[in-house]
Structures are given as structure tokens and as C-alpha cells.
């Protein structure tokens, strides 16, 4: 027989009934599940890992452009309002409140001067 000579053999081998304690069906079920418990952790992990990567570069970006940050707050507000139907209140920057009230006194004193003159 030519496939016998190649190192061939074959052989007709047919299907059993096979039927296992139930002791190793659980030990079996259990390797299963930490097994997949297991590739859901891992695969979790490397979610994460993207994640931070993300944040990292996103960061980056808004360092380089204080704007930026403005930008993505504003856009974070709007997501925020457009879910719910809702009224938001956001602090203003005190800063920027001082020297709004350094531009009203400068007016205003100003505006007397201009009275004297007059």
C-alpha cells in the first residue's frame, strides 16, 4: 500500500457515548469560567491602558492651548444640557469678574470727570 510506505496510516475510528462523573463536569465548568474571567480581565486592562493613552494626548493638546480647555468645557456643558432638560450653573472665573470690575470704575470715574468738565 503506497500510504503505508509514506509513514501513513489510517484508521476508521467511530464516535462513543461517553459520559463523564458529574465531579469532573463542574472541575471542568469552573476551568472554563476562570479561564474567560481571566481573557475579560486582561482584555479590561488593555481598555484601560488605551484610555489613559487617550487622556495623555488629550491633555497634551489642551496644555499647548489654554482656549482649549474653554472649548471642551463649553462642549461638555452642551452634552450635559442636551441629555437632560435641565438648568446648569457654571462659577465664573474671578478673574475675569476683577478686571470687569476694573473696566466699570475706570467708566465710571470717567464719566464723573467728563460731569466736572461740563
Not at 497634551?60 to 456643558?77: D, G, H, K, W
Amino acid at each position: 500500500d503506497p500510504i503505508r510506505k509514506r509513514g501513513h496510516i489510517t484508521c476508521n475510528a467511530g464516535r462513543k457515548d461517553v459520559r463523564l462523573p458529574v465531579q469532573l463536569q463542574r472541575a471542568m465548568a469552573a476551568e472554563a469560567e476562570a479561564a474567560r474571567e481571566a481573557r475579560a480581565k486582561v482584555i479590561a486592562a488593555e481598555g484601560e491602558q488605551k484610555a489613559s493613552r487617550a487622556l495623555k494626548e488629550a491633555a497634551a493638546v489642551i496644555n499647548e492651548s489654554p482656549s482649549a480647555l474653554q472649548l471642551r468645557y463649553l462642549q461638555t456643558l452642551n452634552s450635559i444640557s442636551a441629555e437632560k432638560n435641565s438648568t446648569i450653573i457654571f462659577p465664573f472665573p474671578v478673574d475675569l469678574f476683577s478686571n470687569l470690575l476694573k473696566w466699570d470704575r475706570r467708566e465710571q470715574q470717567q464719566t464723573t470727570t467728563l460731569d466736572r468738565i461740563l
